[in-house]
């Protein structure tokens, strides 16, 4: 790729990766699924400037919404909200690039390769690592959520392989659409109406300002760069860049939130990293293809 492109894949990883450290911040405020509903409903309002409806099927917009906006980040913003690290939860959620190989094995009949499958192992062998050496209670809950969280970004995954969109912007305004109205109820049910509306008046700049990133550069901007990309360059040549998010995710959560990795967290950390290269760099390496059609 041109310097310039690359420059802009790098710049998109630190986006994502500072994401989750705003995350961090504007939970302090806001209780995590009225947050989730809001983001969403602010990385609509595109939809006021676009013409025409969604460009894939409405089983597709909603299946999508409901696995990504709904389940996947609602888990997500849950377990940060109860003490899981934004560091660790940046590497952590990368996991769902095995599993999205996996579920391409099953549901969509295409081949895993060795490399891939290696990768995978190793990956497995540091998040068991990871969930050992975190005490009961609050963390291993959060540690859960945020697997669960990864493996419904891998079912998003294939449903948006399956919708064969080809107008990545326009899909996720239409996504974002979905996610609002499910997380308001059940934040209104889970949550309560009290401490939505203490949020809501008596939210102070820092949790709005996080709203807005996580809503804009992150949402909108950076998953229409990403996409943008994708379109010009292989898929290849472009998603080994993914692996910089969990080094942005863990260097921002260590500068802006004090957050200290141990001597094995960082170990298991360099499993899951080593892994998911495999996994993800098989390709531009001539190694293997971690996704091929089958015979």
């Not at 790098?10 to 705003?22: E, H, P, Q, R, S």
């Not at 961090?24 to 809001?38: A, Y």
């Not at 295409?110 to 690592?129: F, H, Q």
């Not at 921002?252 to 200290?260: Q, V």
Request: glycine share 10%; with cysteine; net charge positive.
């Amino acid at each position: 790729m041109p310097l310039a492109h690359s420059a802009l894949a790098l710049l998109i990883a630190a986006v994502w990766g500072f994401n989750f450290v705003t995350i961090k911040l504007g939970l302090e405020g806001m209780p995590p699924l009225l947050f989730c509903g809001l983001r969403f409903a602010i990385a609509a309002l595109p939809l006021l400037f676009l013409r025409g409806g969604p460009p894939v099927a409405w089983r597709y917009v909603i299946g999508i919404g409901l696995a990504l906006g709904v389940v996947k980040f609602g888990l997500l913003f849950t377990a940060i909200k109860i003490g899981m690290g934004a560091g660790l939860a940046s590497l952590l959620m990368q996991s769902q690039v095995f599993f999205t190989i996996l579920a391409a094995a099953v549901l969509l009949g295409e081949r895993v390769t060795p490399v891939a499958l290696l990768g995978m192992l190793i990956s497995a062998g540091g998040l068991a690592l990871l969930a050992m050496d975190l005490p009961l209670g609050t963390s291993l809950i959060g540690f859960g959520m945020v697997i669960l969280a990864a493996m419904c970004w891998a079912v998003s995954n294939i449903l948006t392989k399956k919708s064969g969109s080809k107008d990545a912007f326009r899909l996720i305004s239409w996504v974002s659409l979905v996610p609002p109205l499910p997380l308001f109820v059940l934040s209104l049910l889970i949550e309560g109406p009290e401490a939505i509306v203490t949020s809501v008046t008596q939210a102070t700049p820092l949790t709005v300002l996080s709203l807005l990133y996580v809503a804009g550069p992150s949402t909108i901007l950076a998953f229409a760069a990403w996409s943008w990309l994708l379109q010009r360059h292989s898929a290849a040549k472009v998603t080994p860049f993914a692996l910089a998010v969990p080094i942005f995710g863990l260097l921002s959560a260590a500068l802006f939130l004090g957050e200290k990795l141990d001597g094995m967290t960082l170990f298991a950390c360099g499993l899951v990293f080593t892994g998911l290269g495999l996994a993800i760099l098989g390709p531009s390496l001539k190694l293997a293809r971690a996704f091929r059609p089958a015979a």
